[in-house]
């Protein structure tokens, strides 16, 4: 009896969680017609988001009573409170505690429900006028919350904006030091909880405060400081003029912050991030702010989906581009994260740069009758288009060993319809872009040693491999067949090529050592095998087979000796992997037809 007792106890206390957590998310559905999944929506229209300018939302853990800011035409900042009564949620209201002087702004509850914090240009206790923005709180008591006061320490001195609480008490802020009227050192900072007092305050690590990343603000720190949350500005890895980024920390380190990515930032500026007290969704502002205008909303997306695709995207081995698109996978292509948004869109012979940080391919354009070398960010921030010439087809890209250069392909028909294969090379960023012209052929690779490996083509379109300088001087012949022989990749170690040839009859992939010796067969099958990449450690080859004569491929891997050959991934075809610095991280990378 009593085991059947403790059961139904087991059973009502499941159900009544259930039922509160259901609760919660239905409070925040009565303010919006609907909740969203992996696509931005404007949070309570017409409600909360109006035609002013809202921003920095915050609900305590029971999700009935929230505070933002709300900034109107012509005005400056208020705090609004709305609060879930009855079942209905009140109308918002500038909040009990607003200044007499000065304004507030950027509302936040900590973890427990029982401080409010704000920052205000109010004047402090005893003065006559304000000296600047400080931070302040209210206690939560029986009969609700208490006049503000001023947080202490080092706060009084110091200036910070946009405090956040983490459930130890740490707190997470926006500092700088202000000089004649220039900020310098500005960035997320934090100080400890010691014993319900804060004594100093020291600045977060480079993994944060991002080297050449600007205006970095707002920080949002989980309330188990699992990760944090942040605005910035970046000509390299933004979609806008700011953008969120998010960092985690993983066992007291935070790693290298990294760009939210396209379902959340767009051309437009995103920042005062927050999380709902249940972790389900994520908060903040999309609008801009300029001269002329200003205009934007709180925005909401399901965070819990998010952050497993950004968890998913940095431990995801492979990438791919399919319909368009270029997504990240892992080695059995069981998932996919979408790195692209359209109007971008991929294309082939996806190349990871020795860091393992960016992608060069190529995209086509005009009809697919021009082909252009684009990078992006691994996360799918800063495309660009490097090379624009017009009806020409720009292909196979490959990075310097130390990740300066790029060497790629170029093929265009004259016209009298003469064929021309050039190999050409430019900087990373698309600068100085030349022919080689003593090259003549196509796949390059580069070499550890800087040298470039690549099929270089005779008058009758043979082509064989061969190895040369970057100048394109020292040209050495590798192999010498009138066979198709194809985009050379040099191991790792700087020993051996890998390439793909038909001398047999269908192209398959053969080995052979840097100076053209002991040339060996890997495959032998019934289809063609085509664009073989060496593992960070040579240990393995990974190629793409054709499946059928209707244009599908699938990716194997095999030993370097062409042993235990398997398939690791379906559809798809011109894989590579990532050779990072340290040879640690093993990444793949798939391009889908």
């Known amino acids: 009896m009593k085991q059947s007792k403790s059961i139904l106890l087991i059973i009502y206390l499941l159900a009544f969680t259930a039922y509160c957590q259901v609760s919660k998310n239905s409070n925040l559905a009565l303010l919006s017609n609907q909740t969203p999944t992996d696509s931005a929506l404007i949070f309570a229209p017409g409600i909360v988001s109006t035609n002013a300018f809202e921003f920095a939302i915050t609900l305590n853990p029971e999700m009935d009573e929230l505070f933002f800011t709300r900034r109107k035409p012509e005005a400056e900042n208020e705090i609004y409170t709305v609060r879930l009564v009855h079942g209905r949620w009140s109308e918002p209201e500038v909040a009990f505690f607003k200044a007499e002087e000065g304004w507030d702004f950027e509302p936040h509850i900590n973890p427990q429900g029982d401080r409010l914090y704000f920052g205000s240009l109010r004047p402090l206790p005893n003065a006559t006028k304000g000296t600047g923005l ?110 969120l980024y998010i960092s985690f920390n993983k066992n007291g380190t935070w790693t290298e912050a990294q760009n939210l990515g396209p379902l959340v930032n767009t051309e437009l500026c995103e920042f005062t991030a927050s999380v709902s007290p249940d972790g389900k969704y994520l908060f903040f502002h999309r609008g801009l702010v300029s001269d002329d205008e200003e205009y934007g909303n709180i925005h909401w997306i399901d965070f819990e989906l998010l952050k497993k695709r950004i968890e998913q995207r940095t431990s995801h081995v492979g990438a791919y581009s399919s319909d368009g698109e270029i997504y990240l996978t892992d080695m059995e292509g069981t998932s996919k994260v979408r790195i692209t948004n359209p109007p971008q869109s991929g294309g082939g012979y996806l190349a990871w740069s020795p860091d393992g940080k960016h992608l060069a391919f190529y995209a086509k354009y005009d009809d697919k009758k021009t082909w252009s070398i684009h990078t992006i960010n691994g996360d799918g921030t800063n495309w660009k288009r490097l090379t624009h010439e017009k009806y020409k087809w720009d292909n196979s890209p490959t990075w310097s060993p130390d990740g300066k250069r790029i060497v790629f392909s170029r093929e265009y028909k004259d016209s009298e319809n003469n064929r021309h294969p050039e190999i050409w090379i430019m900087n990373s960023d698309g600068s100085e872009q030349s022919q080689i012209k003593s090259l003549r052929g196509g796949g390059p690779h580069f070499a550890p040693d800087g040298r470039i490996a690549f099929h270089s083509e005779s008058e009758n379109n043979k082509s064989n491999i061969s190895i040369a300088d970057i100048d394109g001087g020292n040209i050495i012949q590798l192999t010498n067949s009138e066979a198709e022989e194809q985009h050379p990749e040099v191991s790792p170690d700087g020993k051996q090529i890998t390439f793909m040839s038909d001398r047999d009859g269908n192209h398959e992939i053969y080995v052979m050592n840097i100076d053209g010796s002991n040339q060996k067969r890997l495959t032998n099958n019934d289809v063609d095998d085509w664009y073989p990449c060496w593992s960070p450690d040579g240990s393995q080859i990974i190629f793409g087979s054709k499946t059928n004569n209707d244009g599908d491929w699938d990716i194997y891997s095999m030993n370097m000796d062409g042993s235990s050959i398997r398939k690791i991934i379906a559809n798809s075809v011109q894989s590579s992997w990532v050779k990072t610095a340290n040879q640690r991280l093993k990444h793949r990378l798939f391009d889908v037809h």
């Open 134 to 243: 400080h931070q302040w709180y209210c206690e939560k008591t029986e009969s609700g919350w208490s006049n503000p006061i001023p947080l202490n320490g080092p706060f009084i001195e110091k200036t910070a904006m946009y405090l956040t609480s983490a459930e130890n008490g740490n707190l997470y802020f926006t500092s700088w030091i202000n000089e004649n009227g220039e900020f310098k050192d500005e960035g997320i900072y934090s100080s400890i909880n010691e014993d319900g007092n804060y004594k100093s305050i020291h600045k977060l690590g480079p993994q944060v405060n991002l080297k050449g990343l600007k205006s970095i603000a707002h920080p949002y720190i989980a309330p188990d400081e699992s990760f944090i949350i942040f605005d910035g500005k970046s000509d390299i890895s933004g979609f806008g003029s700011c953008d």
